[in-house]
């Protein structure tokens, strides 16, 4: 699957303002998120051995030698995630805002854009039903852990957005921690994210913070049974900024023709949020989830 985004940094001051201007444009209420993250590296492999011990014991056949090449290759973070419930904080935002989703409120929201309100037309086979969106999201609490890889970004200049590869598979049953074990992978850290999520037909819209554990209770070798309760935690950014994060999700990225529509869709977003916030393109190092 290839994920398409664009990303922009929001300062505290400006957060209330864009949950107002994205729920006017979506037309729909913030679905507050606070998800778990395990970060897990692979264990490399040992060498290959070069001493050969005589006879048939030097020669690798082919199975063997396509397996080597592959764990020879790049090596990859990889992630558990599993949405942990909301905070009582995150269940009076709309209380807070005095948020009023429908007609009205939407074309103000346009309005603050200078921009009219935009067409709920039909997008070909790339469009999603809202309500299916929201139904999927407003389920998150009920998930189990989910196994998520996410590819090194492409180089920039082949697209005007941010392309890479991504990956989500949901783990039904078992130990998760052993079976990244059994994956050859090794638990290094973990951290949470905070923030509100909005679908405005079919851009993914997360506002969010990275929040890190509090300073001493950093779990070493093995990932607490239980999460931390989200009034310890404290943003990773010292300012308190949040990011925007928009993307598009295309099942099959060998298609030129949903990749364009997914792009055109984006793009279309970035205009139309343009004089709230700007979104660009991720920079593709801060991205890297390969191990170093």
Request: cysteine-free.
């Amino acid at each position: 699957m290839h994920e398409l985004s664009l990303f922009a940094q929001v300062p505290p001051s400006g957060h209330d303002q864009l949950l107002k201007v994205l729920a006017g444009v979506s037309g729909m209420q913030p679905q507050a998120v606070l998800e778990r993250h395990l970060v897990f590296k692979p264990i490399r492999p040992p060498g290959k051995r070069t001493v050969q011990v005589g006879g048939s014991q030097g020669v690798q056949n082919a199975h063997v030698q396509a397996i080597q090449g592959q764990l020879g290759g790049e090596l990859y973070y990889m992630q558990l995630v599993k949405s942990v419930g909301e905070t009582s904080h995150m269940l009076n935002i709309n209380h807070k805002l005095g948020l009023m989703v429908g007609e009205e409120s939407a074309t103000e929201a346009h309005r603050q854009l200078d921009g009219p309100p935009a067409s709920n037309g039909a997008n070909g086979d790339l469009r999603l039903s809202k309500d299916k969106e929201s139904q999927e999201y407003s389920s998150a609490n009920d998930r189990l852990w989910r196994l998520v890889f996410s590819d090194l970004p492409e180089v920039g200049g082949r697209r005007p957005v941010t392309s890479r590869m991504v990956s989500n598979v949901d783990i039904m049953d078992g130990d998760p921690l052993e079976f990244m074990h059994a994956l050859g992978y090794t638990f290094v850290s973990e951290y949470y994210l905070q923030g509100y999520r909005f679908v405005y037909h079919n851009v993914i819209i997360l506002v969010h913070q990275v929040l890190r554990l509090p300073p001493g209770t950093e779990p070493r070798d093995t990932p607490a049974h239980e999460p931390q309760p989200p009034t310890d935690l404290r943003p990773l950014d010292p300012s308190g900024a949040y990011m925007l994060h928009s993307s598009i999700r295309v099942q099959d990225g060998n298609k030129p023709e949903s990749m364009a529509l997914a792009i055109t869709e984006l793009k279309a977003f970035k205009d139309l949020m343009r004089g709230a916030v700007d979104l660009d393109v991720g920079d593709r190092l801060s991205l890297d989830t390969r191990v170093r």
